[in-house]
């Protein structure tokens, strides 16, 4: 049994570099955050777009938030090629579901731009509260994807196209595994090569209750609420799909299953992370 050589080794200066920004998602349905730099950041966006705030006034942003956005760039990415980036609240965010990311510089612990983010996200994660404060949430509405949803602007320098060795880095270090990988390689390469070691059903019942003091006692009538929330959560299915299968195919698939359209984006999205997708997602 032989193995190949991308599986035991990694080749020195090939690597994924991680990269992070910070922004505002827009467009929630009043599930924003209320946190102070928020705010600041509200203005110093729209004083770039020429429009001054007055001093002292809240502009009580109810469907912004604050997020931080890292995407992962992988090795030889070239300018004007997309990557995937993932969005997180970090403020007091309730949910991004049915945000929208502006604009969003990515840089690198250098401190370069390397990507520019925006685009509509993908939550999978859902909440409801009532209005007694009771409160159900299934997964994490705060963070959210966005296939393709960052441009890269500048190419990472990589020290693979510098010099003229080529070092590969065993995933496993051993002098037996490094021997047999030289023999290997100067058996076909010729002697003296270079080497180194769920769909979801929500009900909110709102029954207020009027409470009444005692006949001889000095108080007033409240109404105090009582909310009801029940989650139904439909029973999940695994299901396989075949080595030629389309994408036509797949999503009719995970339709049958009752998913709803968020799910199959996730599923999807998920599929082409994986590289099992050859295909270009489009969030709208």
Do not use: C, W
């Not at 029940?230 to 698939?253: C, H, S, W, Y």
Request: hydrophobic share 45%; net charge neutral.
């Amino acid at each position: 049994m032989a193995d190949r050589l991308k599986d035991l080794a990694r080749i020195k200066g090939v690597r994924d570099n991680q990269l992070v920004g910070y922004g505002l998602v827009v467009g929630l349905a009043g599930s924003g955050d209320k946190a102070p730099f928020t705010n600041q950041t509200f203005r110093n966006m729209m004083n770039q777009f020429g429009v001054t705030l007055p001093e002292g006034v809240d502009p009580k942003l109810a469907n912004v938030a604050a997020v931080t956005v890292n995407a992962t760039i992988p090795p030889f990415a070239k300018p004007g090629q997309q990557i995937d980036i993932t969005v997180s609240s970090i403020g007091n965010a309730k949910s991004l579901r049915g945000g929208t990311l502006l604009m969003t510089t990515l840089k690198g612990a250098d401190g370069n731009v390397y990507a520019l983010a925006q685009g509509s996200l993908i939550v999978g994660g859902f909440g409801a509260e009532g209005l007694d404060g009771s409160r159900i949430t299934v997964n994490i509405p705060s963070a959210g994807r966005i296939p393709n949803g960052a441009t890269v602007e500048r190419e990472v320098a990589s020290p693979f196209n510098r010099g003229d060795t080529v070092t590969f880095n065993l995933l496993r270090s051993d002098f037996t595994t490094a021997r047999r990988v030289v023999e290997a390689i100067n058996g076909n390469l010729g002697p003296d090569m270079a080497y180194a070691h769920g769909n979801l059903t929500v009900i909110i019942q709102e029954n207020p209750n009027a409470v009444q003091p005692n006949p001889l006692a000095a108080g007033n009538t409240e109404v105090v609420q009582d909310t009801q929330i029940a989650v139904t959560e439909d029973p999940a299915r695994m299901f396989k799909f075949g080595p030629a299968v389309t994408l036509n195919e797949i999503v009719q698939a995970v339709n049958q299953v009752g998913a709803a359209p968020g799910d199959v984006m996730a599923v999807l999205e998920a599929l082409k992370q994986a590289g099992a997708l050859r295909a270009e997602l489009i969030v709208i």
